[in-house]
């Protein structure tokens, strides 16, 4: 209880902070976001887009909600870009991802690898906070698959062009912008209960519903993220790539939708910066070359992880989850073994 009034006090507090404005020129560089048409993607899209991009890559669940999400960014975006950018036309695309399918990722991913020599930035935003229990067709809870394995599938898949971008000529307008890979935390995880964290497998208790607590499936999913961002950062085949985690604080964004309107009107009200001011947060860890290997990133500066991340059976818990949810990935996709296994 301490910890959430802790969280609570600091997010208030946080809500009237002017976060940084981190601005690079991005001409003829690609950025790929997942979860763009609508909060905090949304919010980044229009962002990046601002800074010129050659190609910007809105990656959504609904089509449909993406191109009009395209709209609107591209007349929001309607300006001169920043100081020395040679103005190009940004070339936005709307492709269909569905997280909670294994195979909309590996498709995704394919379609990646066959129309795009580099990637520059990619930026895993996308998760959602169900409040129920329900299985994908895949077989997994949604939230689990959502947050955890499809995200991860997703940044193995798309490694070995994030990395094989380190190699390629570097725009003359940021020659020293060096590819990263982002991937969305939560300070919810600070207040994960993880009470699997003995469970001989970790993984197959996560989605036993006999283990389900709706109110304790979004930070759990949250730390076991922060916790194979960490490990996954250590991979030889990202070993050039900035791999890094960021919190965007509490933000007004359609994460809880889920959840009672009085109950967010409450939480809004007090604690919730606006989408917007919350973005800020991903172009920083976006655009930043000297952040740590697998830092966890809050308020556009490297913080510290807290609660079961930080516990002293961390290692082990990251250990032993990082072997099972790998075997599953694998298993998914054999190709993503290059970077997953080492």
Known sequence: MATVLSLLLRAAVDKW????????????????????????GFEAAKRFYAMNPSRLILAVRSVSKGEDAKKVIIESGKKEGPPGTVREETRVDVWALDLTSFESVRSFAKKCDEELDRVDILLENAAIQTLKWSLTKDGWEADLQTNVLSTFLLAALLAPLVAKTCHLPAPAQSPTLKPHLVIVASDA?????????????????????????????????????????????KSPALKDVVVCSVNPGSCRSELMRAWPQWVRSIIYGITARTAAEGSKTYTWASLTNDIPVGAYTSSCT???????????????????????VTAVLVK???????????
Not at 195 to 209: G, S, Y
Not at 302 to 324: H, Y
Not at 332 to 342: G, M, R
């Open 189 to 233: 995880h600070f207040f994960a209960a993880f009470r699997v964290r003995n469970e001989k497998n970790i993984l197959a208790a996560l989605n036993d519903k006999a283990h389900y607590n709706q109110n304790e499936r979004y930070p759990d999913s949250k730390a076991v993220g922060l916790l194979l961002s960490q490990q996954l950062a």
């Open 17 to 40: 902070r002017t976060l940084p404005e981190t601005v690079a020129d991005l001409t003829r560089r690609t950025v790929i976001i997942t979860g763009a048409n609508v909060g905090l």
């Open 332 to 342: 998914e996709a054999p190709q993503a073994e290059s970077v997953l296994k080492f």
């Open 302 to 324: 490297v913080a510290a992880p807290g609660g079961v991340v930080i516990s002293n059976d961390a290692e082990k818990i990251r250990s032993q989850l990082w072997n099972e």
